[in-house]
C-alpha cells in the first residue's frame, strides 16, 4: 500500500473539518449524546455586571475570543461534520505545546492519534483499515504507526493535533460574516453565562462564548444542521500524551 492511499484517510478528515470551518458549521446546543461537559472555565461567576464584554461590540467580542482562546494552555473538541456522504467526528484533547490526543471517526470507522512535538501517531483496527484498502489491514489493523513529516501527505495530522491551528479554523469568519456580525443573549451552557455572537451571512451559525473571566468559546452551533456541530471544552485542564510502543515508522516506508 502506498503512503498515498494510507493518507487519504487523515486528508479527509482534514478536508472536511476546514470545510466545515470555512462555513462556520459546528455544535448543537446540546452537542451529541455522551458529549463532555468538562468545566474548565465553569469557575465563572454568571455575574452580568462584572462581564469583561460590557459595551464591547460583537467585533470585539469575537477578537478577544480568538485571543484569550490562543492563549489557553488547552482545550478539549468534540464535534461532528458532514460533507455529502460523508461523516466526521473528531474527540481531542490539545495542549499548547503541539502536543494532543484523541480519536477521529470517518463514516463510523474510527482512528486514535496522537502528537507529540514533531512526531504524530495513529492507530485503526482491522476494519478500520480494510475500509481504505484490504493489504493493508495485515500490516496496520491494531498497530500504531508515526511519521516526523510535515510537508507530506501526512501533513494534516499535524494540523489537526494542533491546538492554535484548529482554533484558528473554527473561529476564522470570512469579511462578509464579520460586517454581520451581530450580539445576541446568551445561555447556560456547562454552567457558564454566556454571550452569543449571530451573523446574518447564510454560512454562519451562533457562537457561544463565555460571559465571564476569559472569553472563551464554548459551542459552535449551525441551526440549519444539527449534525454538525463543536464544543469547546476543558479549557486549561492538562493534556498527557505518551508516544505508543513499537510504532510502524511510515517515513522508512517506499
Not at 10 to 36: K, N, V
Not at 78 to 100: A, M, P, V, Y
Not at 138 to 153: E, I, M, P, Y
Request: contains cysteine; hydrophobic residues 35%; proline residues 6%.
Amino acid at each position: 500500500m502506498s503512503r498515498a492511499t494510507m493518507a487519504a484517510t487523515l486528508l479527509i478528515c482534514l478536508t472536511l473539518t476546514a470545510g466545515c470551518s470555512d462555513s462556520d458549521p459546528t455544535p448543537s446546543p446540546t452537542g451529541p449524546a455522551g458529549a463532555p461537559s468538562a468545566t474548565g472555565t465553569s469557575t465563572a461567576e454568571a455575574t452580568p455586571a462584572a462581564s469583561p464584554l460590557k459595551g464591547k461590540s460583537a467585533l470585539q467580542v469575537w477578537r478577544k475570543t480568538k485571543k484569550d482562546a490562543k492563549q489557553a494552555k488547552s482545550v478539549h473538541l468534540t464535534g461532528s461534520f458532514t460533507e455529502g456522504k460523508d461523516q466526521t467526528r473528531i474527540d481531542l484533547k490539545l495542549n499548547n505545546n503541539h502536543q494532543g490526543t484523541g480519536t477521529i471517526s470517518v463514516n463510523g470507522q474510527k482512528m486514535h492519534v496522537r502528537r507529540l512535538g514533531k512526531v504524530s501517531y495513529f492507530k485503526g483496527n482491522r476494519k478500520f483499515w480494510n475500509s481504505i484498502d484490504p493489504a493493508a489491514a495485515n500490516v496496520f489493523g491494531d498497530r500504531w504507526a508515526k511519521t516526523k513529516s510535515q510537508s507530506g501527505d501526512l501533513a494534516p495530522l499535524f494540523q489537526l493535533l494542533d491546538k492554535n491551528s484548529v482554533l484558528s479554523e473554527f473561529l476564522k469568519m470570512s469579511p462578509a460574516e464579520r460586517k454581520k456580525l451581530k450580539r445576541a443573549d446568551g445561555k447556560r451552557i456547562a454552567g457558564q453565562e454566556t454571550v452569543a455572537l449571530k451573523s446574518k451571512a447564510k454560512e454562519f451559525g451562533v457562537l457561544y462564548v463565555a460571559a465571564t473571566g476569559p472569553t472563551l468559546p464554548l459551542d459552535l452551533v449551525l441551526p440549519n444542521d444539527k449534525r454538525q456541530f463543536m464544543n469547546f471544552r476543558g479549557w486549561n485542564e492538562p493534556v498527557t500524551v505518551t508516544a505508543p510502543k513499537n510504532p510502524i515508522d511510515m517515513d522508512k516506508l517506499s
